[in-house]
């Protein structure tokens, strides 16, 4: 036996020291092999709309019903089955408003704690009884395990189970106990939790969101563009902060900074008011309706303009220091005519919409103004300081990356920059080039180091890919060949607002295209999939979000309200079970009052994308494939302990 097969096995013994421990796990093992693969829930560009994203979690996107369904069928109407469904959802503010209507609530009480014995005991039945075990609410551990384990051919403890239940409402503990059953049933309806991308931006509750996400049992992260925009802010780039800080002011959601995360912009406000006290900022009015008053609009249209100005001249300042980003041409400043009011781009001259630029000196138009640097400096500290921002973009770091290989699907928040011809584009990245899945790995080790290089020219380094990332035409999560920016705030001629998309959105129903982008990334072309997001598919234009027969599932269709116009829904999730992989369309989410009153969701429309010939085992999953490395690891453990090269511990 080799050395180092010796120590290793060696070290294995510590955790299986007797040739009965060795050989319980491989049991353990090799029956949870055997088991229904857990359901996995895919969501994207999420976008801030914290409620919306809350619900689609409470009701797995269908899931929680498709649950009622299997064990009721046709013995329940389908109004009581969206009642206990909203329940479920929802079980303290539902049973809050039953109360009121309800003239025997310890007969509501019994029938209702019987119906979710049973859906509970479905949700638990492709589990281990160890796995369930964890995820039992202390508090009512053992009395819910002795429920759900119940088997119905067994009479003799029917009485037992009876007593249970009728001492649970006669302690008036029935509330809590509904609360605590509904609560595991959400927990084991979905076993795993994708976000690919884009939880940021737009929609007033991303700080809710990460915090929902940080409590989540099982999650990973593909980080969105948006997101890494927030990650290089907190890192202190002075591009990302200012993109930040710009975005919320555009959409009104600057309490985002202010009360969710505690970082002080009256700098910014007091430098704002002072320096465009006269000047309406026209170009510069909010997005979306706001609930702001007159005076709380003209000082956050102030305070959008600032910002802008200031991100302009800082991105200039970083165009300059990355001469290999090449991205001269999206330094403007210094191709306006401050005289006549104009700017020249690509050899033609428009007339601008806005011409007061106070700040701004002609000969050095990138220069901040001592106020402006004032106001940067101490904005720098603030998302560098903020304690709540830090443990967020810890989390993202920790849970996420750019992409992810799992169970057979590509999961990635944007495009894979292709050439015109559909072969994967060469990208130089500080003076060496990467293309496809190298790409992807060097961009995500520079995000890295911008937290947690110890050479400081490779912290800056990564700080400044970060904010590439946001924007550059050969980032993977941008992946368009500008930000007009600049000229949608103005320039009046639409034409210059137009951002010409990578190759690799023209091409997704080339299957030979396809193919070699999951080739790339270490998958087999038949049986797999890409899951991304990123650009909205306008579903109301008849646009289908399945891709390449199936192989490519666009699931970005409009979660964040400000896109909804544009798709006619309110998003796609994706639900990969056992039994096949399921696309849910969504209407847009009204509010949490509404769905518990109404009992209304937001889950409209299910197709099944594919369904598995066969049920798909744990087996069939990664989880499995490491499993069966596991057992023969053990095996061989054994064979050491049976013929006396280890000895056992005990």
């Not at 202010?258 to 309406?280: H, K, Q, S, V």
């Not at 066969?614 to 064979?639: F, N, P, S, Y």
């Amino acid at each position: 036996m080799k050395e180092l097969e010796v120590r290793y096995l060696e070290r294995l013994s510590q955790l299986y020291p007797t040739i009965a421990k060795a050989s319980t796990e491989i049991i353990n093992l090799q029956s949870i092999l055997n088991l229904p693969k857990g359901t996995e829930h895919f969501l994207t560009d999420i976008h801030g709309e914290y409620e919306a994203f809350s619900h689609v979690l409470k009701n797995g996107s269908g899931s929680v019903r498709r649950k009622i369904d299997d064990v009721f069928g046709n013995t329940m109407s389908s109004r009581d089955k969206q009642a206990l469904a909203t329940l479920i959802y929802y079980p303290r503010e539902k049973m809050e408003r039953i109360k009121k209507t309800e003239d025997n609530m310890e007969d509501w009480y019994k029938i209702t704690l019987y119906r979710l014995i049973e859906v509970c005991k479905c949700a638990a039945s492709k589990y281990t009884r160890s796995k369930v075990r964890k995820a039992l609410p202390a508090e009512f551990a053992y009395v819910i395990e002795e429920l759900i384990t119940e088997k119905a051919e067994v009479s003799d403890k029917e009485s037992y189970y009876n007593a249970i239940v009728n001492t649970i409402i006669r302690i008036r503990r029935a509330e809590v106990f509904i609360t605590a059953l509904s609560e595991l049933i959400q927990r084991l309806t979905v076993d795993h939790l994708h976000i690919v991308g884009d939880i940021y931006d737009r929609g007033p509750g991303p700080h809710i969101i990460m915090d929902k996400l940080m409590k989540y049992h099982s999650v990973d992260i593909q980080w969105g563009n948006h997101d890494v925009l927030w990650m290089g802010a907190a890192a202190g780039h002075r591009g990302c902060i200012a993109n930040v800080i710009r975005i919320c002011a555009r959409y009104g959601n600057l309490d985002i900074l202010e009360d969710g995360y505690g970082i002080n912009l009256l700098p910014l406000a007091t430098f704002a008011m002072d320096t465009y006290r006269n000047d309406p900022c026209e170009c510069f009015q909010l997005k979306g309706e706001p609930n702001y008053g007159k005076s709380e609009m003209l000082l956050d249209t102030k305070m959008h303009k600032a910002i802008s100005i200031i991100q302009f001249k800082v991105e200039g300042q970083t165009i300059k220091k990355n001469p290999g980003f090449k991205m001269d041409n999206r330094n403007l400043l210094h191709r306006i005519d401050y005289e006549k009011g104009t700017i020249e781009i690509d050899g033609n001259t428009y007339e601008l919409l806005d011409k007061n630029f106070p700040t701004i000196d002609p000969k050095r138009p990138y220069a901040l103004t001592a106020a402006e640097e004032d106001v940067m400096e101490r904005l720098t500290k603030a998302f560098e300081n903020c304690e709540k921002l830090q443990e967020h973009m810890r989390f993202l770091l920790n849970k996420g990356g750019l992409y992810k290989v799992y169970n057979h699907n590509l999961l990635y928040h944007g495009c894979v920059p292709l050439k015109e011809e559909g072969g994967l584009k060469t990208v130089r990245v500080f003076g060496h080039s990467y293309k496809g899945k190298s790409l992807y790995e060097v961009l995500e080790s520079y995000v890295r180091k911008g937290f947690y290089a110890l050479d400081l020219k490779e912290r800056e380094r990564g700080k400044d890919i970060m904010w590439y990332i946001w924007l550059n035409e050969n980032s993977p999560l941008f992946g368009k060949d500008k930000m007009a920016t600049f000229e949608r705030y103005f320039l009046a001629e639409k034409s210059t607002h137009k951002e010409k998309k990578n190759p690799y959105y023209t091409l997704l129903e080339e299957e030979k295209v396809i193919d070699n982008i999951l080739k790339e990334f270490g998958l087999e072309p038949k049986g797999s999939h890409i899951i991304n997001g990123h650009v909205p598919v306008k579903s109301k234009n008849g646009e289908n979000p399945v891709k390449c027969d199936g192989k490519v599932l666009v699931i970005d269709g409009g979660f964040s309200r400000a896109y909804q116009k544009e798709t006619g829904i309110a998003g796609y999730t994706l639900i990969y079970n056992s039994h096949g992989l399921i696309l849910a369309a969504h209407e847009p989410f009204e509010s949490t009052e509404s769905a518990i009153e109404r009992e209304s969701d937001i889950h409209s429309e299910s197709v099944v994308v594919k369904r598995a010939a066969e049920r798909k085992l744990v087996g069939d999953t990664d989880a499995g494939k490491d499993m069966r490395e596991q057992i023969e690891d053990l095996k061989m453990l054994l064979e050491a302990y049976r013929s006396g090269r280890i000895a056992e511990k005990e």
